[in-house]
């Protein structure tokens, strides 16, 4: 599968940003989904991840009540609203994709998934 994300820019603080990723290549609802960041000189961290069908979903620890992922199946894309942003959720935004026979399973582990998208900057100025 192909993704491609998009939604990334320059926001202030307090404001709030919805990015997408389309997926194009193999059916989508066959596959979990995330979102990870990467800060300059940080490690990938988890943000958000749902299932299949898209009734589970897990969020990282600094996002939890700020942060909402959805899908939609229909239009092969998942999406991700933020809101409260803060300088700190400045970073490189990548969507992920990995096959999955569990319709409700959520992954947090980068190491799970195996196709990934471009990343979309969002910058949060104080």
């Known amino acids: 599968v192909q993704l491609q994300a998009s939604g990334g820019g320059l926001v202030q603080a307090g404001e709030s940003v919805r990015l997408s990723c389309a997926a194009s290549g193999r059916t989508f609802r066959d596959y979990v989904m995330g979102w990870f960041r990467q800060a300059p000189g940080k490690e990938r961290e988890f943000v958000a991840g749902?299932?299949?069908?898209?009734?589970?979903?897990d969020y990282g620890n600094s996002v939890k009540g700020r942060f909402t992922i959805s899908r939609d199946n229909a239009k092969n894309t998942v999406y991700l609203q933020m809101n409260s942003l803060k300088p700190e959720d400045t970073a490189v935004y990548y969507c992920?994709?990995?096959?999955?026979?569990?319709?409700?399973?959520?992954?947090?582990?980068?190491?799970?998934?195996?196709?990934w998208g471009q990343g979309t900057l969002v910058t949060v100025s104080s």
């Open positions: 992920a994709a990995t096959l999955s026979r569990d319709t409700i399973r959520v992954y947090i582990s980068a190491k799970t998934y195996d196709n």
């Open positions: 749902i299932s299949r069908s898209g009734g589970g979903s």
